[in-house]
């Protein structure tokens, strides 16, 4: 069964649901396997005043019993602390819309009376649950040695030197400051562009990556277009706010460059196994895993609420009219890394659930450990010529 989540709920409402579908039974699973990547996204130099409210912490409520999925869907929920300060609030309206947000597009789309009602939904805080059912399909990877990391590799203006650093390096120092820089002299120079941008009242975006490794080659698929590895992973990294663009390893680098500069040569060893000596690919090529870490990069723009405001029309007068401030970060950018774990986390399980299949995890290991990997033995061919033999 394909994975399925759904989200609810609203940035200052009662509380935020979710509710996931297709993951086997028998996966070991608590609470705090969630809350661990839960507490990870709400730290990150650059929050605003509502990650000192919010304590974010998972209740489970059906799917898992005795510390074990069932097979059945999991529902979670998660309290928004900060409601009790706004449940008995007369809310002022809101009908000046932010560029950038989805003020002005959700009331075109909904014919909205009060542009609050696109900020609750569009609100960034939804993330929660997409990090909380991310945690859960790592855990379902976890089961098979594969493992999704992030880092930042750039921010505003300031791009880290990565080019010496090993995946493995990148990741071991993915948390060892509070903007999830592994390039130490470049957090330092982070840190002060978002102190900067605090003081002149504006926002900053930068670029962060995802890493899964230990995957099989093999997943995916190159034959329809909405199978192809690479489309999926793309189309859940631009599906989080504020996300604009995602590439595959070095992809608009690599569009300046001729192909021989670009592609990775297979090679052989004695015993028949077959290895790349580069991943420029970025562990994909024709929508399939080729066996080597995918690497996913993905550009944030500058969140749109900043607290200098914007020029833009008040929809109740017909006047222009600045912005007005709603709390919000100044920086999101480290804070958005968990998120990216958590969306291609979802979408490598699913494709490896696909692979696979089987109702249990006890089914799905002894399946795992027969998959072709990148040997010669697992790869006879018949070398003979051969037709068509379409009839027409």
């Given amino acids: 069964m394909p994975i399925r989540f759904f989200t609810a709920g609203e940035s200052h409402g009662p509380g935020l649901t979710a509710i996931l579908e297709g993951m086997p039974a028998g996966l070991p699973l608590t609470a705090h396997d969630i809350n ?9 130099y650059g929050s605003g005043g509502r990650m000192q409210i919010e304590k974010d912490g998972i209740v489970i409520t059906a799917g898992i019993m005795n510390g074990l999925t069932t097979g059945a869907p999991i529902a979670l929920q998660v309290q928004n602390r900060d409601f009790r300060s706004w449940k008995e609030r007369d809310i002022t309206p809101i009908t000046t819309p932010r560029p950038g947000h989805a003020d002005l597009t959700g009331a075109l789309k909904y014919g909205y009376r009060e542009l609050r009602l696109s900020l609750e939904r569009a609100s ?24 999704v990391n992030g880092y930042v590799s750039q921010l505003g203006a ?14 071991a120092r993915n948390e060892d400051n509070d903007v999830r820089c592994p390039d130490p002299v470049a957090a330092a120079e982070m840190h002060k562009a978002i102190h900067q941008i605090k003081v002149d009242k504006d926002t900053l975006g930068g670029v962060f990556e995802v890493v899964a490794q230990g995957l099989p080659p093999g997943l995916g698929s190159h034959v329809h277009f909405d199978r192809k590895l690479d489309g999926r992973l793309v189309a859940a990294m631009v599906s989080i706010q504020a996300m604009k663009g995602a590439e ?15 592609h990775d040569d297979i090679v052989v060893d004695e015993a028949g196994n077959l290895s790349r000596r580069t991943n420029r690919a970025g562990g994909l090529e024709g929508g399939i895993t080729t066996g080597e870490p995918i690497l996913v990069r993905v550009a944030m723009k500058p969140i749109s609420t900043m607290l200098r405001g914007a020029q833009s029309v008040d929809l109740a007068t017909g006047e222009a009219s600045p912005t007005v401030y709603e709390r ?17 986390a979802i979408v490598l399980a699913d494709a490896l659930m696909e692979k696979l299949g089987g109702d249990s995890i ?15 033995a697992d790869l006879p061919m018949d070398n003979c010529e051969w037709r068509f033999g ?3």
């Fill in 158 to 171: 300031v791009v880290a030197d990565l080019s010496d650093m090993s995946i493995k390096e990148r990741i």
């Fill in 328 to 344: 919000s970060d100044f920086c999101a950018l480290p804070r958005a890394v968990p998120v990216g774990e958590a969306m291609m």
């Fill in 390 to 392: 379409y009839d027409i």
């Fill in 248 to 262: 595959i390893g070095a992809a608009f680098d690599n569009a300046g460059k001729r192909g021989s500069q670009v």
């Fill in 362 to 376: 006890g089914e799905m290991k002894p399946r795992f450990d027969t998959l072709r990997r990148n040997r010669l």
């Fill in 124 to 147: 960034a805080r939804e993330t929660t649950m997409r990090v909380a059912i991310g945690a859960i399909c790592k855990r379902f990877l976890a089961q098979f040695d594969i493992s």
């Fill in 36 to 44: 661990i990547d839960l507490r990870r996204r709400q730290k990150g």
